[in-house]
C-alpha cells in the first residue's frame, strides 16, 4: 500500500507524461519516452513492538528518458521529483477498502540525486537518473 501511495502521488506531480512502473508491473519502453522505476522498502522493526511504531522506508526512483529534443529530460523530471517529494509527507489509504481512510503516513527525508547519464548516452537514446529518499513511516495508532 506504501507502494500505491507514493507511485499516485509521483502520477499527479509529474503529470500524465511520465509513466510509473512499480514492481510487478511492465512496461512497453517502445510506447514510452518518460518513465519513473519506484521501488520502496519498507523495515520493520523487531516483533511486538507497540502500535505507533516508526518504520524506516526507503523509497528510490530511477527516471529514464529517451533522448530527442532535450537530451537532459531525466534529470529535470528527477529535479522535479526532488523539489516535490523532499521533506514530503504522503498519506497511505486502504485500497482495499471503498472508503479508503488512511492508515498511516510516510515521512521523507531529503532525496539525493545522481545523474547516471554517461556522457556518450546522451548523444545516443537514454538518459538516466537516480533518486534515493530515506525515511520514515507511522501507522495510525489503532491500525
Do not use: H
Not at 520493520?44 to 530527442?68: C, E
Request: aromatic share 6%.
Amino acid at each position: 500500500m506504501v507502494t500505491a501511495a507514493i507511485a499516485s502521488e509521483w502520477k499527479e506531480e509529474l503529470g500524465a507524461g511520465v509513466d510509473v512502473v512499480t514492481p510487478g508491473r511492465r512496461l512497453d519502453g517502445d510506447a514510452s519516452s518518460e518513465w519513473a522505476e519506484l521501488d520502496v522498502e519498507l523495515y520493520t522493526g523487531r516483533a511486538g513492538r507497540p502500535s505507533g511504531r516508526f518504520d524506516a522506508v526507503t523509497v528510490i526512483a530511477n527516471v529514464f528518458a529517451k533522448a530527442g529534443e532535450d537530451a537532459y529530460r531525466a534529470r529535470e523530471i528527477a529535479d522535479t521529483a526532488k523539489a516535490a517529494f523532499d521533506g514530503r509527507t504522503v498519506a497511505v489509504p486502504d485500497y482495499d477498502l471503498s472508503g479508503r481512510p488512511v492508515i498511516g503516513y510516510v515521512r521523507l527525508g531529503e532525496a539525493t540525486l545522481r545523474d547516471l547519464t554517461r556522457s556518450t548516452a546522451v548523444r545516443q537514446e537514454l538518459s538516466q537518473c537516480s533518486l534515493i529518499w530515506r525515511g520514515t513511516a507511522q501507522p495510525i495508532a489503532g491500525l
